[in-house]
């Protein structure tokens, strides 16, 4: 079983789609040729570990999530992913907060400068939720990342990333640009729940 193992952030008690992203990352990083997750999708919470299946399809009752693992030549492997009856045991402090004071908002952009405490995914994730929140202060549900459509592997460093939203669907779906250093990485896409 390829089990992501991973921890709750913060005071959640589901997991959290940046722990996902960046379980993947190891789990294709350990075990594949180098590439990068093109794309991820997510469909519902996981509160239990999550497992990694690759070339065996399953049925769309059991799969969470799935994605593709891109390789450097271009070609890549699809997966998916399913949550398992293994309970999650621990948690790590996440302070969030810190990125409500340090990002930039302007109509539907979000910026923030390089924060070395969170990865580039985190980043992301949390920038894109503050702006949600911000663009959409009177809705009473919870804004979440739901898929990502990278164009190339994340970058660890940088100085500069933008976040902005271009479509809007109903005010429950979203479709955002990243933008790093001024290089376009492609979108992330958050729900209403």
């Given at each position: 079983m390829n089990l992501l193992e991973?921890?709750?952030k913060g005071t959640r008690r589901y997991l959290h789609g940046?722990?996902?992203?960046?379980?993947?990352i190891n789990f294709f990083g350990s075990q594949y040729d180098p590439g990068?997750?093109?794309r991820l999708a997510l469909r519902r919470f996981a509160e239990n570990q999550i497992e990694v299946i690759v070339d065996t399809p399953i049925s769309s009752a059991e799969r969470i999530g799935s994605g593709f693992w891109q390789f450097t030549n271009g070609t890549?492997?699809?997966?998916?992913?399913?949550?398992?009856a293994i309970k999650v045991v621990s948690?790590?402090?996440y302070p969030e907060e810190l990125f409500k004071e340090a990002v930039?908002?302007?109509?539907?952009?979000?910026s923030i400068t390089r924060?070395?405490?969170?990865?580039?995914?985190?980043?992301?994730?949390?920038?894109?939720?503050?702006l949600h929140i911000q663009l959409n202060n009177s809705c009473n549900k919870k804004w979440v990342f739901v898929q990502s459509n990278f164009l190339c592997a994340l970058p660890v460093d940088w100085k500069l990333m933008t976040v902005q939203r271009?479509?809007?669907?109903?005010?429950?779906?979203?479709?955002?640009?990243?933008?790093?250093d001024g290089k376009n990485f492609g979108e992330i896409r958050f729900m209403a729940v």
């Open positions: 991973l921890q709750f940046s722990d996902i992203f960046s379980g993947l990068f997750i093109s890549g492997i699809s997966f998916s992913l399913r949550e398992t948690s790590y402090d930039t908002i302007r109509d539907t952009t979000v924060f070395k405490l969170f990865s580039t995914i985190e980043t992301i994730i949390a920038i894109t939720k503050i271009y479509l809007v669907v109903d005010n429950i779906f979203s479709r955002n640009s990243v933008m790093i």
